[in-house]
């Protein structure tokens, strides 16, 4: 019998978590935190409202033009110092990945199952399609992750703000 884990989404606690819906990063980018992964990426306005409409993964055709149009606004941003808008379109590229593979994965993108005490739902249940995306998205996040001029300055704000 397999252990159940506890989904962390489940105890959410909105007061402890550093990205506020409140906040305008871009007139008080200091309160930004880069975070672990995709922290923060579908609160922290006015990005989220920039960003999100061009975030589509349905099939490898539509992937292929968002992810260049978020890539694009990644260097956009980096050319505008703007780090705050070129780390979350770098989530943002990262979404594109994580959130393609679990659709890849299972069907609907459904990963657990709530009627089983959120037990893991099989894996390979999932559409081929989004597997393609997924591949398309993860390069053009490796990319932007190695970028000189964002890595160095992503190092540099982690040091100063978290």
Not at 104 to 120: C, E, I, P, S, W
């Amino acid at each position: 019998m397999t252990k159940q884990r506890k989904l962390s989404y489940l105890d959410f606690n909105k007061e402890s978590y550093p990205w506020k819906p409140d906040i305008d990063y871009r007139k008080e980018p200091e309160k930004y935190q880069v975070g672990k992964g995709e922290q923060g990426v579908l609160i922290c306005e006015p990005y989220k409202s920039e960003l999100t409409p061009h975030w589509q993964f349905r099939t490898p055709e539509i992937a292929i033009t968002s992810s260049t149009i978020l890539y694009e606004m990644f260097e956009s941003y980096l050319k505008a110092r703007d780090f705050v808008g070129a780390d979350l379109a770098r989530k943002f590229l990262q979404m594109g990945y994580t959130r393609a593979r679990r659709y890849a994965n299972f069907k609907g993108g459904v990963k657990y199952d709530k009627t089983k005490d959120y037990a893991l739902k099989e894996r390979g249940t999932g559409d081929p399609a989004k597997a393609k995306s997924a591949v398309i998205f993860y390069k053009k996040w490796q990319q932007a992750e190695a970028h000189p001029d964002y890595a160095s300055w992503k190092k540099a704000w982690r040091e100063k703000y978290g």
